[in-house]
């Protein structure tokens, strides 16, 4: 193989649809892989200038003439059926979130193909999210706002947050990283994972067995788990029963995991 042989990747991205991803145009906008932002991020890694030959689409517009030659595919979603008859050369496909349960089963992947997603990319930004979050729930926000919106005027009291309790369900790289933001402001920190190895950041881990015997200590539950057939309804009613009254509850991952 030529040392000068660019790689030829199509990036497809999708126009704002209500029924799938993007939702709105504002997403759009920002999950589009456009050649102006693709130049921007090359410069970034040199090495790769002049070893990548990008094609840029739009929904399906070229993506079956396109994949007749491509070898990566970068993208949220495409046609998984006959995927290895229409991209006999595809070797590599990025999904740019971290959800794959839209293209699950897997069973449709073609031999000598590898699927990666974006793991920990949304981690820092996320972080910030559950944080606030918490914060917010904390310190009244929703009902301060909705008291404003309906002008009354009442005073609402909260302690400060150090030596709350925080329980993160699905410690993965979003839930560390709230974990990891909420313990410096010296929360008591509990996570639960499949596999319920210590992390720093985090005071207990369990593993997801020990779910019900955790559950009456958090003033808070942050939700960052996928939407399997293992975590639907993973906070049923009679796990919510064992929930301190007023517990504050954060959900990023899938609205499915609670009843």
């Known amino acids: 193989m030529s040392s000068d042989k660019k790689i030829r990747v199509h990036f497809k991205s999708n126009h704002a649809d209500p029924k799938s991803f993007p939702p709105t145009i504002e997403g759009e906008s920002v999950f589009a892989i456009t050649e102006d932002r693709f130049n921007r991020a090359i410069e970034n890694y040199p090495d790769l200038k002049g070893k990548i030959e990008p094609v840029f689409d ?53 031999k000598n193909v590898s699927v990666v997603n974006n793991r920990g990319v949304h981690s820092e930004k996320a972080g910030e999210f559950g944080l ?91 939700m960052s788990t996928p939407n399997t057939t293992e975590t639907l309804n993973l906070l049923d009613k009679r796990r919510q029963s064992l929930m301190k009254p007023g517990v504050g509850i954060i959900n990023v991952g899938r609205a499915a995991t609670m009843d």
């Open 58 to 110: 739009w929904d399906l517009d070229n993506f079956y003439e396109s994949m007749k030659t491509a070898e990566v595919l970068v993208c949220w979603d495409f046609p998984t059926e006959d995927l290895s008859k229409i991209a006999p050369n595809l070797r590599w496909i990025h999904i740019i979130g971290a959800g794959l349960e839209h293209l699950c089963p897997m069973d449709w992947v073609p």
């Open 132 to 222: 606030m979050g918490v914060l917010m729930l904390h310190t009244h926000i929703p009902e301060i706002v909705q008291n404003q919106q309906n002008k009354h005027w009442e005073s609402l009291y909260s302690t400060p947050i150090m030596g709350k309790t925080l329980l993160v369900i699905g410690v993965g790289n979003i839930g560390h990283a709230v974990a990891k933001k909420c313990k410096l402001l010296g929360m008591n920190i509990i996570g639960v994972s499949r596999h319920g190895k210590a992390l720093n950041g985090v005071d207990q881990m369990v593993k997801v067995e020990k779910l019900d015997e955790v559950l009456p200590l958090p003033d808070y539950i942050f």
